[in-house]
């Protein structure tokens, strides 16, 4: 389970007060006792009602999944999660992560908002970048052998 801790949270509220749908996200956060994962699925479960995507996956690791080549693929939108990271207390950055996530996502058909955003850049930032691209690389070449 990844989560954020109580301070992590309250960190991210304080960098973007006026944001309502980050707020609405890490309100979800807190109410979750901070599981990004369980924060993702009751936030598109409000959005889009429950809907059953298999067994063994959950619904942010899914999502990831299909945005993952844009997400670790794409230098603008990788290289804002970067600089993020480097630089935590920066709204600005955030704000401009979490809305090119928006876009990317819209693109490939995942009707995602600010706050499922929020949860998706939050889950990554807490694992890493570098992690997240390298741990959900597609297994491709290695079947082929």
């Keep these: 389970m990844t989560q ?9 509220q304080h960098i973007l007060q006026g944001d309502t749908a980050t707020q609405s996200a890490l309100t979800t956060l807190q109410q979750n006792k901070g599981d990004l994962e369980a924060s993702f699925d009751a936030l598109w479960q409000e959005k889009f009602g429950k809907t059953d995507y298999g067994k063994g996956k959950s619904l942010l690791q899914l999502t990831l999944e299909e945005i993952r080549a844009e997400i ?9 999660i970067t600089e993020y990271t480097k630089n ?34 939050l889950y990554i930032v807490k694992i890493g970048i570098n992690v997240f691209c390298k741990y959900t690389a597609p297994e491709n070449e290695e079947q082929k052998n």
């Design 88 to 121: 935590p207390g920066s709204a600005a950055l955030l704000n401009s992560v979490i809305g090119s996530l928006v876009t990317v996502a819209a693109v490939n058909g995942i009707p995602i908002d600010g706050a499922i955003a929020t949860i998706v850049i």
């Design 72 to 80: 670790c693929g794409d230098d603008g939108l990788r290289g804002k």
């Design 4 to 12: 954020l801790t109580p301070a992590e949270i309250q960190e991210i």
